[in-house]
């Protein structure tokens, strides 16, 4: 399911981590309601700017305690101007994060993304089924540490989701996708 936080409801231009604060508890309230799978996203439509503090305080906060407050949930943001952008990348380089920004309808992270990361996330949300590490490593030329290295980062900072399966030889394996 997918719940949507329109923030171009709380104006145009949004500035100060007091704003952003108050507007987290929506986003807080909204990753209560939802269940594992569940998306979140902050459609940023209708904003033109938002500064550096409180795109910290709003998409930082709401990351850094992701993963651990709200396992198997997503956090995505979509409509982002050029300057809404360039603020909070630099908020989530700040802090060792990134996030997913949807466009349309291609998926991109943006934050603090080492190139390789960005390639595996790339190449699982291009998948049109669950892909395999063995499969992910084929695709990208790696060895298979390497691959579990990165899907295990990936998964830690909310980006993909990590499923149980069962190989086709009968062992148990994991399978990732991408907001599936």
């Known amino acids: 399911m997918e719940r949507t936080l329109h923030l171009g409801e709380y104006g145009e231009h949004l500035w100060t981590r007091d704003r952003a604060r108050d507007i987290r508890v929506e986003i807080v309230r909204m990753l209560n309601e939802s269940s594992e799978g569940d998306l979140v996203s902050i459609d940023a439509k209708g ?35 050029a300057y809404t952008a360039e603020n909070l990348t630099k908020a989530l380089e700040s802090l060792n994060l990134a996030m997913i920004h949807r466009k349309g309808k291609r998926l991109e992270l943006i ?9 595996t996330f790339a190449a699982i949300a291009k998948a049109r089924s669950p ?20 899907l295990s980062k990936l998964t830690g ?22 907001l599936n």
Request: glycine share 6%.
């Open 47 to 81: 904003v033109e700017v938002f500064d550096y503090s409180f795109a910290n305080e709003l998409f930082g906060k709401t990351l850094l305690n992701l993963s651990r407050e709200y396992p198997g949930r997503f956090v995505i943001v979509e409509n982002l101007t």
């Open 111 to 119: 934050g603090k993304v080492h190139p390789t990361d960005a390639n």
């Open 157 to 178: 900072l909310a980006l993909i989701r990590r499923q149980k399966a069962v190989s086709a030889a009968g062992r148990e394996q994991y399978q990732y996708t991408v």
């Open 131 to 150: 892909v395999t590490a063995a499969e992910l490593k084929d695709a990208l030329g790696t060895n298979l540490t390497a691959m579990n290295e990165r």
